[in-house]
């Protein structure tokens, strides 16, 4: 059974930073793209960084390019979600998401998806 779980949200300050991580099991991130998405409140799921370690390609988007960054730890099998600079607008709740057919910040691409992580960036 394949399960992905978010941690480390939480209220933030805005300039702020926050961690957030996505544990996996029952697939291995050797054989697996990972991407973080983001659904604020009204709005649709947006893809915001999507990793694929086989080909060593890393995607980006925008809105968080910059200031956000992806990694990720092989032997724990988690992948990690630094969020710098934060801004009020980077409130949402936080995905990770997994597809064996590589990266796409679309969020109906992927096929195995956490719970969410809600992250609050206020003063």
């Known amino acids: 059974q394949v399960q992905l779980v978010e941690s480390g949200g939480g209220l933030v300050q805005p300039g702020g930073s926050l961690r957030l991580s996505c544990a996996v099991s029952g697939i291995s991130l050797d054989h697996y793209a990972i991407a973080w998405f983001r659904q604020a409140p009204g709005k649709g799921r947006e893809g915001i960084l999507c990793?694929?370690?086989?080909?060593?390609?890393?995607t980006y988007a925008n809105s968080v390019k910059g200031r956000f960054t992806i990694s990720r730890d092989a032997a724990k099998n988690t992948v990690y979600l630094q969020m710098n600079s934060l801004k009020d607008e980077d409130t949402a709740v936080y995905y990770c998401a997994a597809d064996i057919s590589g990266c796409s910040l679309s969020y109906d691409y992927m096929a195995y998806w956490g719970q969410g992580t809600q992250v609050t960036v206020s003063s």
């Open positions: 990793m694929d370690s086989r080909i060593s390609e890393t």
